[in-house]
């Protein structure tokens, strides 16, 4: 895929190329540099007649900046997370996660993540032209050959003239972030209030694992559907499901998927054994070898059908103690041999780190709390620790905590919008992924350029306020542009620290 990407990435450059030294382009009052083509959308910009940044945008850019150092160099005093386990952070720590990049860091949605980073980058440069008093020539996009980002031309050369007011050239330095910020708060204002406040759960017990080649999977049933009915009588817990499905010969099941409801007949049927659904990481099931759809069909000698046999079964072992579980796989017999973990609570009973189900229905369910998912989500932001779970939120599972970047898998399918909106089904949701998407990259993005690092709006904030204290102590200029370098050092150094020292080595890249 990297080949044809690489091939099509130079064919697309020539063209741009091409295009260029032919006039094709300055005909149409497009700029090529490269593999880029810059796309004004609006020109010769006014300035607004009613809006004035002023020191309300450079209020909002100090208070970033701080903020964002904070986090960043005394984050763990200030913000503490929980620590995280060796074994869960070698799983998902790859570099790219480490970008906020959509198809490069993989808790990023492609669509989701193009549009919210899109949405910030034009807002972030329409904040520079709306406090550049006019002098903003062109505003618009930049394709490589997809949209990659924006650009305001402003006429800097009449910004940073000596002569010109410091006042001046600071507003637009802040502009851009003071943008970003308004539209991150608009954004996740509708998002956690009236758009979280719209949505009702449809049920509580969601498909988890459909076994290969069952019934059910033939019906069309998948991960992550909602039941919410057993034979037209509400279903409350998956107990409950499992109680009808073993005395009944045939099961009418009322589900949800992508935000309609259908009803499946199903006929119980019992394998050998009961399945294994998950396995935790460093504990025996997973050293052994265990994994999804496996069977167990007896420890030692004693034969498991069902739940209660398994659990009585390990209710007498202890930590230490050896055993062997006689296992199908895909239709082959075979056996294993462990010896039993401490469990995570403190309890005396030996652990295998290990979920299982009667998949009589041919798919296993786990219980989920919608409403409680939806208040304690909604109150996020209430609370000292909100600000900070809500920027990291997509990539949150990194320590532990449940991630949320967007109503996708079960969530999809574990709410729908109330009232008169009902009708809109999962429109209801795309709009509410966008809404969040938008807030969440426009606050990265003023985070981002509020950092303290050459070139970037808060190096030139900076340099800014330098050049004022160096002119009033009589100190040269150049003096300022030697600490700006020497933080952006600072800065970037103690951010690679954090990635390479801090979890890249941890999780197995050493």
């Given at each position: 895929?990297?080949?044809?990407l ?7 450059t ?10 094709i ?8 540099y ?53 074994h ?22 492609v ?12 807002v ?23 949209p ?6 402003v ?5 940073f ?14 502009a ?21 406040g ?18 059910a ?6 991960n ?33 998927k ?15 054994g ?107 932001v ?6 900070q ?28 919008p ?34 303290p ?33 020497f ?10 620290y ?9 999780s197995?890249?050493?």
């Open positions: 895929m990297w080949l044809e690489a091939v099509a990435f130079s064919a697309w020539l063209l741009v190329v091409a295009l260029k030294k032919t006039g382009l300055d005909r149409f009052g497009v700029r090529g490269g593999p880029f083509i810059l796309c004004p959308i609006f020109k010769n910009i006014p300035a607004p007649k009613k809006v004035n940044f002023g020191w309300f945008s450079i209020l909002f850019f100090v208070l970033t900046m701080i903020f964002y150092l904070l986090l960043i160099f005394a984050g763990s005093y200030f913000f503490p997370l929980p620590s995280v386990p060796f869960h952070v070698a799983t998902v720590t790859p570099v790219g996660n480490f970008l906020l990049i959509p198809m490069i860091n993989e808790f990023i949605p669509w989701l993540g193009w549009i919210g980073l899109l949405v910030a980058l034009f972030h440069e329409l904040g520079h032209a709306f406090a550049s008093e006019g002098k903003t020539r062109a505003l618009g996009i930049v394709f490589a050959p997809i990659i980002g924006a650009f305001a031309d006429d800097e050369q009449y910004f003239d000596e002569n010109r007011p410091r006042f001046t050239r600071t507003k637009l330095i802040c851009g972030v003071a943008a970003n910020l308004l539209v991150a708060l608009l954004a996740f204002f509708i998002f956690f209030v009236p758009v979280l719209g949505l009702e759960v449809t049920g509580n017990v969601s498909v988890d694992y459909v076994v290969p080649g069952s019934h999977e033939k019906l069309g049933i998948v992550g559907m909602i039941i919410t009915r057993v034979d037209d009588i509400p279903l409350d817990n998956a107990s409950q499901l499992l109680a009808y499905a073993k005395n009944s010969s045939s099961v009418k099941l009322t589900m949800v992508d935000g309609k409801t259908e009803n499946q007949w199903i006929t119980p049927g019992k394998e050998r009961i399945m294994v659904v998950d396995t935790a990481p460093a504990y025996p099931a997973r050293y052994a070898g265990l994994k999804r759809g496996v069977r167990i069909t007896n420890i030692g000698n004693i034969t498991v059908n069902t739940l209660s046999e398994f659990i009585n079964y390990m209710n007498t072992t202890h930590p230490g103690q050896m055993i062997s579980l006689g296992l199908l796989d895909n239709g082959t017999e075979r056996n294993v041999t462990l010896i039993l973990a401490n469990p995570p609570e403190n309890i005396s009973k030996g652990w295998l780190g290990i979920v299982v189900s009667e998949d009589i229905l041919g798919f296993s369910t786990f219980e989920v709390d919608g409403n409680s998912f939806l208040n304690t989500f909604k109150n996020v209430l609370k000292p620790r909100g600000i779970y809500l920027l990291i939120a997509p990539m949150a599972s990194l320590i532990e905590l449940p991630g949320f970047s967007g109503f996708n898998g079960v969530l999809k399918n574990l709410f729908q109330a009232g008169i909106l009902k009708f809109t089904g999962s429109w209801y949701l795309s709009f509410a992924d966008i809404l969040f998407w938008i807030g969440w990259m426009n606050i990265q993005i003023a985070l981002f350029n509020s950092l690092i050459y070139k970037l709006d808060g190096g030139l904030f900076l340099k800014e306020a330098l050049d004022y204290f160096c002119e009033k102590l009589g100190l040269k200029k150049n003096i300022s542009v030697i600490i700006v370098k933080v952006t050092v600072i800065v970037i150094g103690y951010f690679l954090i990635i390479f020292s801090k979890v890249l080595w941890q197995g890249y050493q």
